[in-house]
């Protein structure tokens, strides 16, 4: 019954809406059909995850709308997940032309901590429906979890400067959150399949819970027109946290690969 709600109300949302070309045009210039990127986790020391990110290959039609759908898996490995075992599987149906999405899927198993969400998104109404009766009201331009990874990559960042924030209007765990990095300058990261010139951006995160401190995650983007995540480093309130890139393929530009 939950699925066959779901499909009704996707139908609904994208479909009955005589404004359909009333959305933003958005350019993306960053990722295209049949990009993958994978990755390798590390807490402290120990080999702790995969994880890969896929922009399905051709655009595909849902609701009347061309979409990329983009789904990204994570999972624990190795003596990690003898204690702490995670299966994670997000998927999301962005709009090719406006590059809002349309609908998103998490499903989460974390240590034994289940997680499932489908949100069906209404950018002409500004609603978001969760599934279960409820409305809820968001801004213009709304991200989900994964569709903001790929709303950021299209950001330009060519006249940054150290200090700038840029912001990304998000709706995660039924609820609105402005999603805020900080661009904090230059460097170039060494990893398993080339040396790449990158732009660092520090996440305005909030502190005490997980994190002492602001600085403590960092992410790495390729200083180029994909602006790919290279890695991700965070200090936690025990140990700490790395995700560096082991592979890539289907890229829209050349990589910013050092020589």
């Known amino acids: 019954m939950r699925c066959l709600f779901t499909f009704f109300a996707i ?16 350019t993306n210039a960053a990722f295209k059909e049949g990009e993958t990127l994978s990755y390798r986790l590390h807490y402290g020391l120990i080999d702790a995850g995969i994880a890969t990110i896929q922009v399905l290959p ?4 849902f609701g009347g709308h061309r979409v990329y759908h983009i789904v990204g898996d994570g999972y624990s490995r190795g003596a990690f997940n003898w204690f702490f075992k995670v299966k994670d599987r997000y998927e999301t149906y962005i709009d090719a032309d406006a590059l809002v999405p349309w609908y998103f899927v998490r499903h989460c ?3 034994g901590f289940i997680i499932n969400q489908n949100y069906v998104f209404n950018h002409y109404e500004k609603k ?15 991200q989900d ?11 330009d960042y060519s006249s940054a400067k150290t200090g700038d924030v840029f912001l990304i209007p998000s709706f995660v ?5 402005t999603l805020k990095i900080k661009y904090v300058g230059k460097e170039t990261i060494n990893t398993d399949v080339g040396k790449f010139r990158c732009l660092k951006f520090r996440p305005i995160i909030q502190t005490g819970r997980i994190f002492k401190k602001e600085e403590d995650l960092n992410v790495w983007i390729t200083d180029d027109k994909n602006h790919i ?5 965070a200090k936690i309130l025990v140990g700490s946290i790395k995700m560096d890139l082991t592979s890539y393929n289907n890229l829209a530009n050349p990589p910013a690969l050092e020589k």
């Open 11 to 26: 139908m609904l949302c994208v479909c009955s809406n005589p404004k359909a070309q009333s959305l933003p045009l958005k």
């Open 58 to 61: 051709n655009v595909q039609s």
């Open 109 to 111: 198993n974390e240590g």
């Open 128 to 142: 978001v429906d969760i599934g279960d009766g409820k409305n809820y009201s968001v801004p213009q331009d709304v």
């Open 145 to 155: 979890m994964l569709s903001s990874f790929y709303y950021a990559r299209n950001i």
């Open 173 to 177: 765990d039924k609820e609105n959150w």
């Open 229 to 233: 995540p290279i890695r991700a480093q």
